[in-house]
């Protein structure tokens, strides 16, 4: 039904049907119901829109929302992570030293009153590694840090992939040991474990693998983009074509043909190995084979494979990164990696590994996987007769003391109507005070 309805006795619903009436000039748009004794105000054509690539999350969804979030918080205090939360907004400045690129520029940007440009948050990485170096050096390290953050990114809106997002994610900062990048990634299957997810399987690859075959091919620096950006999209014609361009010899050219298709166990290391001379790249999967035998002590490593053509899209990357992905859903459930360098762009030496999880994501993928979306347990409706509310107020509060859902009816009703009110908002049982 297109219609818009709240309720007229809060002050701000007031001013909200004032700015109604301004706008259409005309109070008989208006119809008044009453609705369980209270009085709704309904315009009747009127849709507000929210803005392109945001969404609401109706009751059910944000207690869905709210259950994960709660859950996520819990594994990553119990390993030893802590919350920190940030301001949705930062200088511009900040976010294009931190993460650069297309995530800064892909940035809602505006202006407050001094003329600064302010951005709201496109990354969570960066305003971490802001407050590590700005705020945490004095602290003991490794750093453990976690989120639940909205970010904002302006792209193109698709179901899971909005402009407004929500992050769990957690950055290990100080610590350049690839047991710390073993750390993450156990971190994250367990997060996605712990979600419910049945079948999902992590990508993990390396930047330096592919950084170091570039380098030892005759490519100009805009080429080793061209290159990089179409193993990024998976996008192995536009490789085709890049590579027949830019004049490589054909090993050379089948090697970067191949390097997307490098996914798989141990297996891949030893093909890896078999292919490269480069020490930069042979570097590579020495680190991935380490964090690979060190997921088996965490005996997770059996959702882990190594994908060698992993780019992730983010420039800030100097090591392992790695993806989640699960059938059916078109787009990473969680990404991360390691990025030495970017506290050191706020001052400050610390290299630093992490990742972090779609939050909206898991829910389609769980919904996708057939699991039912939670339900906030409804116990009791009291309801009362004339003159009785009074019994009524003292019983909601002894049964939510003792940890029960209650809701107390707003008007008195007969008991039928009290059974009935009790039937439609679902709630398990009724009291009734007659
Ligand atoms: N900030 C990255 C994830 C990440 C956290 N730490 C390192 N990487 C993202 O939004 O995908």
Redesign the pocket.
Known sequence: MKRTSCVTSASCGRAWHLGLFERSGATDNFATEMWGGVELTNRKDYVPQIPYGTRDFLPQQAHGKRLLEGQLARLFTVWGYEEVVTPTMEYYETLTTGAGGELSENAFKFFDRNNQILALRS???TPIARVAAARLQESPMPLRLFYLANVFRQEQAQTGRQCEFY?A?V?LMGARQPAADAEVIALAVTGLQQAGLQNFQIGLGQVDFINGVMAEFDLTAKERLLVKKAMLKRDLVGLDTLIARSGLSQAAGEILRKIPLMSGKEEILDQGYKMVKNQTARGALENLDYIYQQLKHYELNENVNFDLGIIRD?DYYTGMVFEGYTPGLGFPLC???R?DNMASDFGVNLPAT???LGIERVMLARERQGMAMPTAAKDFYIAWAENKMDQAISEAGKLRRAGRTVELAMASATQSQAQEQQETKGYAALRYFG
């Open positions: 990354d969570m990485t992050q994610g950055e983010f990404g991360g990696g990025y992490g990742f972090a």
